[in-house]
């Protein structure tokens, strides 16, 4: 049985975001507490019926958390969790997907525009007290948005919000998702997974925004990255590993593409020796797309939506895992 509200503990387990206190605003009267680190997790993990938690979640906690009932996730990333584990201890499971579909959207135009806009270069003329004249150049200038061509993997929430945006610009947005049958979301036209190497050479940007799944890992290969333009741009805002890492170091490194702007990395943080810190025309985000201002609230919609389908002996979550 699922614990009524006077019975209930929740832990919010983040090493950052402001879980409990943004929780307490809301006046529920629910017992609650946050652990910032994880040996705190796990001293106080057999005290939840109810762990609110992302990156900090270990499955070597379940043995540890005799009264553990519900995991609402904080991310969207589910990769950390066993399903079997949990499903074997009867824990139920809900992903915050969405919950930063919006910000992570708006991210990748803003890593488009800086790109474009050069406004890197422009920091870095401003810090060296630089006044950049003219250029007769054409292409070393800023560029322009409308009439340029986005190709976007994966056309869920984040990727249809993005192609909202781009049109907004006046551009042309090609999707690639799963399963085109379950429609374009905002683009002109929509395609699947295996198309990627075909639809590059027509891209001025290759943006990926799908989730990180066995089908997707790796899926901006080296093949992929070849049959992209030399004067196109590579975003990620998806996960690092989507990409294969090294195949996207040695296009940046022969300059076979003309930028790359990306907010995850096959490895977080990303190691100091890692080339990816200083090549020209990369630019990096440390992982911040989603991590907006509004970001512990909408977990916490989403967490108090699950915990009244689970008084109410409902049977499906949002965003249901298990």
Request: charged share 25%.
């Amino acid at each position: 049985m699922f614990p009524s509200k006077d019975d209930l503990t929740i832990c919010f387990a983040h090493a950052a975001y402001r879980m409990q206190d943004r929780f307490e605003l809301r006046r529920t009267g629910i017992r609650n507490f946050q652990v910032w680190g994880y040996d705190d997790f796990v001293k106080r993990i057999p005290e939840a019926d109810v762990v609110v938690v992302s990156g900090m979640w270990r499955n070597d906690l379940i043995a540890h958390a005799g009264n553990l009932k519900f995991i609402q996730s904080i991310s969207s990333g589910m990769d950390q969790y066993s399903k079997e584990q949990l499903a074997a201890k009867g824990v139920r499971l809900a992903s915050a997907a969405g919950v930063n579909a919006r910000a992570v959207a708006e991210h990748a135009l803003a890593l488009i525009l800086a790109v474009m806009r050069r406004l890197p270069e422009a920091r870095d003329n401003q810090h060296r007290k630089m006044w950049r004249g003219m250029l007769g150049d054409l292409t070393e200038r800023e560029d322009e948005l409308g009439g340029k061509t986005v190709l976007i993997v994966g056309m869920g929430r984040i990727g249809s919000h993005l192609a909202k945006l781009c049109k907004a610009f006046d551009m042309k947005v090609l999707g690639i998702r799963r399963d085109p049958a379950q429609g374009a979301n905002g683009a002109d036209s929509i395609h699947g997974m295996a198309e990627l190497v075909k639809l590059a050479p027509q891209a001025d940007f290759v943006a990926l925004t799908c989730a990180l799944t066995a089908e997707t890992t790796g899926l901006m290969n080296a093949a992929a990255f070849a049959a992209m333009k030399p004067s196109s741009v590579f975003v990620n805002v998806a996960r690092g590993k989507v990409a294969d890492e090294a195949a996207l170091i040695r296009t940046m490194q022969e300059g076979r593409i003309w930028a790359a702007a990306i907010d995850v990395t096959a490895e977080e943080p990303l190691p100091e020796s890692s080339p990816l810190w200083t090549l020209p025309n990369v630019f990096v985000t440390p992982h911040t797309a989603g991590e907006t201002r509004a970001y512990e609230d909408n977990v916490l919609d989403i967490l108090l939506d699950n915990l009244g389908r689970l008084w109410r002996g409902e049977t499906t979550l949002r965003n249901q895992v298990l």
